[in-house]
């Protein structure tokens, strides 16, 4: 699996993305830049509970890539 795995936080769509604590947050996994599956889409999340799984996430992966390298 030679896929680049990252994460990303955006506005969903057809939300306003202006109160952080409105739930119009995504986060959503991409591969190689590209969401290749709308189950890897999280939605109706605050801006810190977004930032929060992404960063999860992130740990996770790089905790994955460092135990199989």
């Given amino acids: ?3 680049n ?3 990303e936080i955006r506005v969903a769509p057809g939300c306003t993305g202006s109160d952080p ?3 119009d947050w995504q ?3 991409l591969e190689d830049g590209v ?3 709308d189950a890897d889409i999280y ?3 605050t801006y810190a ?3 929060q799984i992404a960063g ?3 740990k996770k992966k790089e905790e994955a890539e460092g135990v199989a390298s």
């Fill in 1 to 3: 699996m030679d896929e």
């Fill in 49 to 51: 509970e977004a930032q």
């Fill in 27 to 29: 986060v959503c996994e």
């Fill in 35 to 37: 969401i290749k599956n």
């Fill in 43 to 45: 939605d109706n999340l």
């Fill in 21 to 23: 604590e409105a739930p």
């Fill in 56 to 58: 999860m996430w992130t």
């Fill in 5 to 7: 795995i990252s994460y």
